[in-house]
């Protein structure tokens, strides 16, 4: 990759109704990501990029929590301009598609050695849903059984998504509560799209060991 020049200028907001920020049980949470380049600003791209993003936490009686994740961003550039690579979508990992390692669910291009390499896209789209159960108390602190379900993509363009042909995984995750946080192990397995057009064909598993919630 040739070295460029990048600057941005970004604005955040976000409307918070959880019941706590860490570990919610209910409400919901509500934020958008806003990121503009412009020469102006003294970079060597011109785009505009918004990542809108809606979770939702429901209790379903008293150990059992509901929540639900959806988010979606667009990249859209001036003209016949390419996206800086650097600032493109890539999902993937275990606060995002759990389906798939750490940036790796993404358009990727075969490098000189044979690796497949993820460079990104200008549209995404992440659908996600855990049940969060608590188990039992290891030494006064709750271990979380937690199935969950990831439906998502990347793409080159946002146009090009295609919402009837996610990348499906499910999995599940065992979490522990500690005075630093919740540490989080999980395994989620890929049902669908393991040919050898996409991202990290035949890959099935991916493996996460954490802290948090994957939202």
């Known amino acids: 990759m040739n070295p460029y020049r990048l600057a941005y200028v970004e604005a955040f907001a976000q409307l918070d109704l959880r019941n706590r920020p860490l570990n919610p049980t209910l409400g919901g949470y509500l934020s958008l990501h806003v990121e503009e380049g412009d020469p102006a600003v003294g970079g060597a791209f011109?785009?505009?990029?918004?990542?809108?993003?809606?979770?939702?936490?429901?209790?379903?009686?008293?150990?059992?929590?509901?929540?639900?994740?959806?988010?979606?961003?667009?990249?859209?550039?001036?003209?016949?301009?390419?996206?800086?690579?650097?600032?493109?979508?890539?999902?993937?990992?275990?606060?995002?598609?759990?389906?798939?390692?750490?940036?790796?669910?993404?358009?990727?291009?075969?490098?000189?050695?044979?690796?497949?390499?993820?460079?990104?896209?200008?549209?995404?789209?992440?659908?996600?849903?855990?049940?969060?159960?608590?188990?039992?108390?290891?030494?006064?602190n709750w271990l979380d059984v937690v199935p969950f379900v990831d439906a998502g993509d990347v793409a080159l363009t946002f146009a090009a998504l295609d919402l009837a042909d996610l990348h499906v995984a499910t999995g599940l995750s065992l979490e522990y509560t500690t005075p630093i946080g919740i540490l989080r192990a999980g395994a989620g397995v890929r049902l669908n799209r393991l040919g050898g057009n996409n991202p990290d064909p035949n890959d099935r598993f991916a493996f996460h060991i954490t802290i948090g919630e994957a939202f």
């Open 46 to 140: 011109r785009y505009l990029k918004l990542t809108p993003e809606l979770r939702l936490y429901a209790p379903l009686g008293h150990r059992v929590v509901l929540a639900g994740r959806a988010l979606v961003g667009r990249i859209d550039t001036h003209g016949d301009e390419q996206s800086p690579i650097t600032r493109r979508f890539r999902l993937g990992g275990p606060a995002s598609h759990r389906g798939f390692g750490f940036g790796r669910l993404s358009p990727q291009a075969r490098a000189s050695d044979g690796t497949l390499v993820p460079y990104g896209g200008d549209g995404e789209v992440l659908f996600s849903g855990d049940v969060r159960i608590e188990a039992t108390k290891i030494g006064g």
